[in-house]
């Protein structure tokens, strides 16, 4: 199978990425309640179409087996356990048309070292998530610097002026 | 958000708004048994820090110093630390974040870093007259400590930054900052040091971390890296980024700290 051959030789090359350019391995983040937070958010805020749940670990599969795909262009395939000097190794992929448009690490060696590890792929392989605007339920409001005029039709002074 | 009809006891809640610094910052704070001189205190500080740092004051030390009117040795303990602090994140960043090549005719310009260093030490202030949950927002840039009630964590909404009323995404933090760079609220301010050019690659983009301090200088930074910036962030420990590019995605690092996603 050609195209499962490609996706095999397009993980080994995002596994080869993200080794070669793991350059920091002495790089550690506070230890303190870091584990769970150092992975991509559980629930994105606005769930995109066709994306898969970070959350949902799948179990080790022996090799990149596409999952059932529907009408969309949207694939996602898991990468074999790669083991690595580090430790283990596992990526999950979305593929849109050909082309890679989410790497979600499912096994990564440890958590003191994960925040390093992924920076690494974050650059050039961004998630894409549909902006949609919300109206969440927020306490304070954060943004780029507003000048004290532009505060006044901030959402940040509705914030402040609803008092509990 | 409290529903008017609610008739429960309405749990505390302390807001202060005071414009400083060209911009307004806000305190929202939980704790009703505090020093509530705390909070005029922390105020006060930062209205302190205004004069001392402004560029619009002809007579702030950081101009007095700019135009050779005083030594370094002379400034407050403020301005030294600022300046030094200045020194080490543009060494860390890179040249990305630089006092003096932000400053216009020549003189130094921390403003880039003392917002976010004044909220954090206001929000030092306010832990030491016993505040436990609350929140500093100094024009976008956000200290957040404790809940904002019991059971639930800060809700910190990022700006949408096309939509001045929407949101980007929400973050849930418990100790930690938030800070974010954008051109959209001032225009093309924030530049590329080596080329001179607006920073352009992204539209926004949010730093999240255990200091205000740094946050504030690394989104600094990162907007000016462009499409660089959010992985360069990710590198520092226990920072972590949100973007939104030019074509409107939404760019994740691992967020790091103690945050999460709503």
């Given amino acids: ?164 | 958000m409290a529903d008017p009809t609610t008739t429960a006891r309405q749990p505390f809640r302390l807001v202060r708004v005071e414009r400083i610094m060209g911009t307004a910052i806000s305190v929202d704070l939980r704790d009703s048994s505090i020093i509530m001189s705390g909070v005029e205190d922390a105020f006060a500080y930062l209205r302190g820090v205004d004069e001392r740092f402004s560029p619009y004051r002809s007579d702030s030390e950081i101009n007095r110093l700019g135009r050779g009117e005083m030594e370094l040795a002379e400034c407050s303990l403020d301005v030294r630390q600022v300046l030094a602090l200045c020194e080490r994140l543009r060494v860390t960043t890179g040249g990305y974040f630089d006092a003096g090549a932000y400053g216009s005719n020549g003189l130094l310009d921390p403003t880039g870093v003392v917002k976010g260093w004044a909220a954090e030490q206001a929000g030092w202030m306010l832990d030491a007259a016993g505040a436990r949950n609350f929140v500093i927002n100094a024009g976008g840039d956000v200290v957040v400590r404790g809940r904002p009630e019991a059971g639930r964590r800060w809700r910190v909404g990022i700006r949408h930054p096309r939509q001045r009323d929407k949101v980007a995404t929400v973050l849930e933090i418990g100790d930690g900052a938030v800070a974010t760079s954008g051109n959209y609220e001032r225009g093309a301010h924030i530049h590329q040091p080596w080329t001179g050019r607006p920073a352009a690659d992204l539209l926004s983009l949010t730093v999240t971390g255990p200091s205000l301090t740094y946050a504030d200088a690394y989104a600094t930074a990162a907007f000016a890296m462009g499409s660089d910036g959010p992985a360069w962030v990710a590198r520092q420990p226990g920072y972590g980024a949100f973007a939104v590019t030019l074509d409107h995605r939404a760019v994740w690092t691992p967020v790091a700290w103690d945050v999460r996603a709503a």
Avoid: C, W
């Fill in chain 1, 1 to 164: 199978m050609p195209k499962r051959g490609i996706i095999a030789s397009l993980l080994t090359a995002v596994g080869l990425v993200l080794l070669l350019s793991f350059k920091t391995p002495s790089e550690t983040v506070p230890p303190s309640g870091t584990n769970a937070a150092l992975r991509r958010p559980a629930v994105a805020p606005t769930p995109p179409d066709a994306t898969p749940t970070p959350g949902s670990r799948s179990t080790t599969t022996p090799e990149a087996t596409p999952t059932p795909a529907p009408q969309t262009a949207n694939r996602t395939l898991t990468g074999p356990v790669i083991p690595t000097r580090y430790g283990d190794v596992q990526l999950q992929v979305t593929l849109s048309n050909g082309k890679i448009t989410d790497v979600i690490p499912l096994e990564l060696p440890n958590d003191l070292q994960r925040s390093a590890y992924i920076s690494s792929v974050a650059g050039p392989l961004l998630r894409e998530e549909a902006l949609q605007a919300q109206s969440a339920q927020i306490d304070v409001l954060s943004g780029a610097t507003y000048t004290s005029e532009a505060y006044a039709e901030s959402l940040q002074a509705v914030l402040d002026q609803t008092h509990g």
